[in-house]
Nanobody, 126 residues
């Protein structure tokens, strides 16, 4: 599967952005999906994950309640709605896909994901 992330930009603290990730190449609904981010000089970190059917989600603690991950399997799209953005959310955001069985638990370890998009920059000014 090929992934293309978009929707990043510059926003003031407290603002919102919606990231999108377009998938192509194979059956999108065979993949659990995740969002990760990497700030300058830091390790890549987990942000959110969503199950194949979209019914189960998980979030990193600092974004819980502010970010919402969703997907549209018919359109082969993954989304990350980000509200109440903070300067510490500034990073390059990546979407990732992991082929998984329907009952597998969601994965937060980046090394477990097989396919990655190119990243989109999110900058939150104070």
């Amino acid at each position: 599967v090929q992934l293309q992330a978009s929707g990043g930009g510059l926003v003031q603290a407290g603002g919102s952005l919606r990231l999108s990730c377009a998938a192509s190449g194979t059956s999108f609904n065979m993949f659990g999906m995740g969002w990760f981010r990497q700030a300058a000089g830091k390790e890549r970190e987990f942000v959110a994950a969503i199950s194949r059917g979209g019914g189960t989600t998980s979030y990193e603690g600092s974004v819980k309640g502010r970010f919402t991950v969703s997907r549209d399997n018919g359109k082969r799209m993954l989304y990350l709605q980000m509200n109440s953005l903070k300067p510490e959310d500034t990073a390059i955001y990546y979407c990732a896909a992991k082929r998984m069985i329907m009952t597998a638990p969601l994965e937060s370890r980046h090394e477990e994901y097989n396919y990655w998009g190119q990243g989109t920059q999110v900058t939150v000014s104070s």
